[in-house]
């Protein structure tokens, strides 16, 4: 009887609320209701709004991390790719300049070859080639650089690699000579020298005659036409390379040009070195020593040229 009862009240009471609310008689109790809470709706929000912020910010950091992360692979991609471009092109310009080495040389047989090592002892100047015999190398072989400058020769052939023992090292050396200008040379204007004028005649003058050049003289007996001075090219740990055994009477101008003379038959004629750095004059000595400057940048190289066609004496006596 009691749960009726109960039920029967609810039910009255919820067609009265039905009814005051259509007619809009409980909209002051609504409106007192919100005045009251919504300090403390507000409060609750606000409350829970950094928690709400922090689960955004999570959600967000973990889009943030997987973007830097598509975006760090595609910029490893656009490096390589970028790599790999620079190192073909690099490879295009090494070859067209061992191209020109060989028409400048048509003569002869060069054979490219890439560097692969060098000597890390500290002891030695060398460095590791990937050709050997079975591509017909020797030792005793001439090694050019792409511009055609000197760098060494084959030390130790093996079958698909090779030591090359640079210009630089200790146990080098290599006949050379420095060309320098013939001993009273006259200066003319080309070279910068400034030549005495002939004073221009007065007006109505005759003009003053040409005096009669004199004749050149005659090359004394035994003298070195293109006088060229000779010495040894010697590898040096200290000082890189020198040229050494150069007679101490001898004018060695620095900028001078030191190429190999062919003397001994091990290098060809006429292949260049580098050019005089520094002169040193040493006191009851017989032989003056300079510092050269080799041409090519030894502690660069990454393409080299194996002269094949040419046989050196050491290898002609086995």
Do not use: C
């Amino acid at each position: 009887m009691k749960l009726i009862r109960w039920l029967t009240i609810v039910v009255v009471i919820s067609l009265i609320s039905i009814a005051l609310s259509e007619r809009r008689s409980l909209d002051p109790v609504h409106n007192l209701s919100l005045t009251a809470t919504a300090p403390i709706s507000s409060t609750l929000r606000d409350a829970g709004k950094p928690i709400d912020d922090l689960f955004k910010g999570v959600t967000d950091r973990g889009d943030i991390v997987q973007e830097n992360r598509d975006l760090k692979e595609q910029l490893e991609m656009l490096q390589q790719d970028l790599a790999q471009r620079q190192d073909a092109e690099q490879r295009v310009r090494e070859l067209e300049e061992a191209l020109g080495s060989k028409q400048a040389r048509p003569e002869d047989q060069l054979l490219a070859a890439n560097v692969i090592a060098e000597d890390a002892s500290g002891l030695k100047r060398m460095i590791a080639i990937d050709r050997g015999s079975n591509d017909g190398l020797d030792e005793g072989m001439v090694v050019l650089s792409r511009g055609g400058s000197l760098v060494g020769t084959v030390a130790r052939a093996y079958v698909d690699f090779a030591w090359i023992r640079l210009i630089t090292d200790p146990d080098s050396a290599v006949n050379a000579q420095v060309s320098a200008p013939p001993p009273h040379a006259q200066a003319t204007p080309d070279a910068g020298v400034l030549v005495p004028s002939t004073p221009s005649p007065a007006p109505g003058a005759a003009p003053a005659a040409s005096p009669t050049p004199a004749p050149s003289p005659t090359p004394a007996p035994g003298s070195d036409p293109t006088n060229a001075t000779r010495g040894v090219a010697e590898g040096d740990l200290k000082q890189g390379l020198v040229l050494d055994l150069v007679p101490s009477d001898v004018p060695l101008a620095e900028g001078s040009l030191v190429s190999t003379s062919g003397l001994g038959g091990n290098y060809p004629r006429a292949l260049l070195i580098g050019s005089v750095d520094t002169v040193e004059q040493r006191p009851q000595s017989p032989f003056t020593i300079a510092r050269i400057r080799p041409s090519a940048n030894l502690s660069a190289l990454d393409t080299v040229l194996v002269l094949t066609s040419f046989q050196p004496a050491r290898l002609s006596t086995q």
